[in-house]
């Protein structure tokens, strides 16, 4: 018997594993579709339809807001939990059960018409997609990349913003001929039907698991076991104690914050500058297409600097483009903003995505990475609310843009000056 298991050790993975290149890259792409269908838990997304939802619910802008902050709040404990599932299941499993759980969300709020079952539903949203299914998808890419973690996430980062480029569009297209609930229809059953059946057939937890090693060596005497990965890394606690994890991460939360609350009312922020909603889904394109350079710049750059300088200076681009937008009037100013807006998120994301596993390992990637996300999505929530607080307090949404500046002027300082620790071996 012992022979017979040895020989069977040596080997080499057979099936789908014996690909031409890293199978690494196969969730790659994976990772990057699971990230666009978040689109329906998104705030970006929910703003395609806050318009038509609030004349659908027949609520104020305020109590719009409300509905979103509690929703939020709500579902970015999905993202402490699904964090603690994918260190400690097959991540193949966890995927497919978000999949699937966020794909009929998505189809029973296109037809619910109660303002009860409307809140818990997008509550559901914001759970299963911003949070959950983010969280799986980047951690599904960090479980694989170690040396190469940074081309990785650059391709990663590439592949979402193709994608959300194409979604957004798409999607407000849709919204604009047919109305949101034939477009969320769409967009359920995409998640239900397309990401399901990939996320089951294609993704595994590790390459230790497929009897492979990290960054594509063949590993012949690797046992095939989920549970199977390198020590190397931080524990949860101690990446919590690390004061270059709060920094990065209330970096990332404040650009979540400011992202989500413009995100949210961009149409209304561009009709208080004297723009029409022509113009919004046009900066929406805009956005879109500049984040895809902001993320192979940053891609390349993080290879070359360290994430600390990328981040400090992604913050210093975001301080001026806030401090400018409330100046915005004319249709070039327009686009310079959101030529800047999508340049810095593209960059952030890139950090975002690279920092927690090129820093803190892959032992406990999940909660950490959870962790993080659950920061992002709980400043999220917060946005929206600031913006639409600002507003009707003042009639204009200057001061908190002007308040906002100064914020992340005072993080990215941090950013550049945070030391970042070594990586742990447990």
């Known amino acids: 018997m012992n022979s017979i298991a040895a020989a069977d050790l040596q080997k080499p993975p057979s099936g789908i594993f014996r690909l031409p290149f890293y199978y690494g890259w196969v969730h790659v792409a994976v990772a990057a579709f699971a990230m666009v269908g978040t689109l329906p838990g998104r705030t970006q997304g929910l703003g395609l339809i806050t318009e038509p939802l609030i004349k659908d619910l027949q609520i104020g802008r305020i109590e719009f807001a409300q509905i979103n902050l509690w929703a939020t709040l709500l579902g970015s404990l999905f993202g402490l939990a699904v964090g603690r599932f994918l260190d400690k299941f097959s991540s193949r499993i966890v995927l497919s059960f978000v999949a699937i759980a966020l794909g009929i969300v998505v189809l029973l709020m296109c037809i619910a018409s109660n303002e009860i079952w409307m809140r818990i539903l997008i509550t559901l949203t914001r759970g299963f997609g911003q949070s959950a299914l983010s969280v799986v998808s980047i951690t599904i890419v960090g479980q694989w990349f170690s040396r190469r973690l940074n081309s990785a996430m650059a391709l990663?980062?590439?592949?979402?913003?193709?994608?959300?480029?194409?979604?957004?569009?798409?999607?407000?297209?849709?919204?604009?001929?047919?109305?949101?609930?034939?477009?969320?229809?769409?967009?359920?059953?995409?998640?239900?039907?397309?990401?399901?059946?990939?996320?089951?057939?294609?993704?595994?937890?590790?390459?230790?698991?497929?009897?492979?090693?990290?960054?594509?060596?063949?590993?012949?005497?690797?046992?095939?076991?989920?549970?199977?990965?390198?020590?190397?890394?931080?524990?949860?606690?101690?990446?919590?104690?690390?004061?270059?994890?709060?920094?990065?991460?209330?970096?990332?939360?404040?650009?979540?914050?400011?992202?989500s609350g413009i995100a949210l009312f961009n149409e209304s922020i561009l009709a208080e500058r004297g723009f029409d909603v022509n113009v919004y889904y046009r900066t929406l394109v805009i956005t879109a297409l500049t984040a895809l350079v902001g993320n192979f710049f940053g891609g390349w750059l993080a290879g070359r600097w360290s994430l600390k300088r990328l981040m400090s200076v992604?913050?210093?681009?975001?301080?001026?483009?806030?401090?400018?937008?409330?100046?915005?009037?004319?249709?070039?100013?327009?686009?310079?903003?959101?030529?800047?807006?999508?340049?810095?998120?593209?960059?952030?994301?890139?950090?975002?995505?690279?920092?927690?596993?090129?820093?803190?390992?892959?032992?406990?990637?999940?909660?950490?990475?959870?962790?993080?996300?659950?920061?992002?999505?709980?400043?999220?929530?917060?946005?929206?609310?600031?913006?639409?607080?600002?507003?009707?307090?003042?009639?204009?949404?200057?001061?908190?843009f002007y308040i906002l500046a100064c914020v992340v002027g005072l993080l990215g300082l941090c950013a550049w000056f945070v030391p970042v620790p070594a990586r742990q071996t447990n």
């Not at 209330?250 to 992202?259: D, P």
């Not at 409330?326 to 593209?346: D, F, S």
């Not at 990475?369 to 400043?379: E, I, K, N, P, R």
């Open 156 to 259: 990663y980062t590439v592949a979402l913003s193709i994608g959300f480029m194409i979604a957004f569009p798409l999607v407000g297209h849709v919204v604009q001929t047919s109305g949101w609930r034939v477009a969320w229809a769409w967009v359920g059953a995409v998640i239900l039907l397309g990401l399901t059946p990939l996320a089951w057939l294609l993704v595994r937890k590790n390459p230790e698991s497929c009897g492979l090693m990290i960054d594509g060596q063949t590993a012949p005497n690797q046992i095939k076991t989920d549970d199977n990965i390198t020590n190397d890394g931080h524990t949860f606690l101690q990446a919590l104690s690390e004061p270059a994890f709060w920094v990065f991460a209330l970096s990332s939360s404040v650009y979540g914050l400011i992202a």
């Open 314 to 400: 992604a913050m210093l681009l975001l301080m001026i483009s806030l401090a400018a937008l409330p100046n915005v009037k004319t249709q070039t100013r327009v686009t310079v903003y959101a030529i800047a807006m999508g340049l810095v998120g593209g960059a952030v994301m890139v950090v975002f995505f690279t920092f927690w596993s090129k820093t803190f390992g892959r032992l406990h990637l999940g909660k950490i990475q959870g962790a993080a996300q659950t920061l992002t999505v709980l400043a999220s929530a917060v946005g929206p609310l600031l913006l639409a607080w600002c507003v009707s307090r003042t009639g204009s949404y200057s001061a908190i």
